[in-house]
């Protein structure tokens, strides 16, 4: 839909057809409302000012991109947003020439807005990049390390902050809307760049001085951080006054500079349920829009709650005992235990960097640290595990939620590569539950090690109903039941998985391993099993490539074991696509009725 010779008052009803289809397509699909529905006003203004997809925009996360959807070609399929081999929720350039970036992950936008400048620079273009990010990206140190180069180089981009709670600065009354507004008037940025010229004749003492009183002129207004790093700044502005935000993405696409446009927007802008700062419509299932209540609801206890609640228990008996997220407290169940320990218990923002190295001092001196984050957003802080944690060898904890297939969030968030990436780092210990009763005892074990262990856990349900474990021992396994002919190992949900599939395996009894620990392995069992066993198939939500079969396929090797077969059932060397979880299983053959299918013909092939 080109918009860009449209009036302001059709841009308006734009917007509000827009929301309405937003609301309508979430509450059927899920997804992220509210930061769509504040984004929209600001998302139909760029459309109109800039020329998209020569301009290229660079949405930060992507998740508040849905009016950029709609606006460029996909108003009748975004039904399928979110839905397997349908819109995805994030930005795509597999979908579409307009999506300049694959995106899903905070705080790349500025970076990527850089490295695009350099290119049209080189190319000789006329092409501006527009930058969109939210005031919550801006709380990691990427978004900076960008500006500061950026402010160097002077190139032509514009950013847009989308201010949703005014977590960069409040403006200070009536003198710092004056003063934003007359910020971004053609009339103040000739006389600025007038006034600069002409400093540049006078005296040393006297530019001094004159500069001093144009700096006085921003101390005052939220500006003051990016004016110093070269950044020209105008705001803040009412992020839904769209004559307003037009009018000044005009000055700004003219200045031939970097400048960021402070823009103060209420997330859910349009649906009044979800107006403001409320976690919960942020990322939503289906819900009913007439009163706002989810379609529906499972009777089982999601993992992240019995970590939530388990870690609440310990806390409350232990006082060494403490934790960080980076952003997600409700997402990681830590909402609770922020509000109840509020000395001990940290949300960071999106820092993964910082949490992981910050608690690295708190294990040093004698506390119990219990780092809680997505298995996605852990790669964020891979260094930080390597250097600050795990070579100094402390106690910390890595509470690795979401960990396996995530569903509609898709490529970006699927939670496959943490077991590949933290094996092979010198003393870090890998293991998981796969019920209940084994995610209690593995926290109590975790409480307990005085070294670095990482657990992970599945988003919602596990797979198999609660039954009673044993305690768990380092690199100990549990036989969960012994078999006839063939092993099924599973490593945390993937034992459920093992379990499920046992289920339909008519002519054998496969016995089944909890393995638990995937570094170090349980040497000692996997040898006397492979004196009975001599086909082996292998159980884990993670990829293969340095996975649970890539670790017990080294030790085979390492033993001169020759004769046991080894076949896994771990995701292939691919980014796996967006969709509900078992149509994402059933389209990589991994459902427990498709994954007995073919053990049954590898067995009949061995024969």
Known sequence: MRITEKSIEELKKISVDIREKILSTVSKNGGHLSSSLGATDLIVAMHHVFDVPNDPFLFDVSHQAYAHKLLTERWDEFDTLRQFGGTCGYTDPKESKYDYYKAGHSSTSISLAVG???????????????????????????????????????????????????SIAKPIGAISRYLSTTM????????????????????????????????????????????????????????????????????????????????????????????????????????????????????????????????????????????VTAAMPGGTGLSKLLESFPDRFWDVAIAEQHAVTSMGPLAKEGFKPFCTIYSTFLQRGFDQVVHDIALMNLGVVFAIDRAGIVGEDGETHQ?????????????????????????????KFAAEFPRPLAFRYPRGVFMVEDSTVPDYELGKSYLVSEGEDILFIGYGNGVGRAIKVSEMMEDASPAILDLRFVKPLDEEMLMELSSKYKQWFVFSDSVKMGGVGSAIGEFLSKEDILDVSLTTFEYDDDFITHGNTILVEESLGILPEQIAEKIKITIARNK
């Open 116 to 166: 695009v400048a350099k290119a049209i620079a080189l190319k000789g273009q006329d092409r501006i990049p527009v930058a969109f990010i939210g005031d919550g990206s801006m709380t990691a140190g990427m978004v900076y390390e960008a500006l500061n180069e950026l402010g160097d180089r002077q190139y032509p981009v514009v950013i847009i902050l989308n201010d949703n709670e005014m």
């Open 184 to 323: 971004a008037s053609p009339f103040y940025q000739k006389f600025k760049k007038k006034t600069q010229q002409l400093l540049e004749h006078f005296p040393e003492g006297a530019t001094y001085m004159a500069k001093r009183f144009e700096e006085s002129l921003h101390l005052i207004t939220p500006g003051i951080l990016f004016e110093e790093l070269g950044i020209e700044y105008i705001g803040p502005l009412d992020g839904h006054d769209i004559e307003s935000i037009v009018s000044t993405l005009k000055i700004a696409k003219g200045m031939g500079k970097p400048v960021i446009v402070h823009a103060q927007t209420t997330k859910g802008k349009g649906y009044e349920r979800a107006e403001g700062t409320l976690e919960k419509w942020h990322g939503v299932g289906a819900f009913n829009p007439k009163n706002g209540k989810p379609l529906k609801k499972s009777g089982k206890k999601p993992a992240t709650d019995i970590f939530g609640d388990t870690l609440h228990d310990m806390a409350e008996a232990d006082k060494s005992i403490v934790g």
């Open 415 to 443: 939670g496959v590569f943490d077991i590949s990436f933290l094996r092979p780092i010198p003393n870090m210990t890998l293991c998981a539950p796969f019920n209940r009763s084994g995610m209690q005892k593995i926290m």
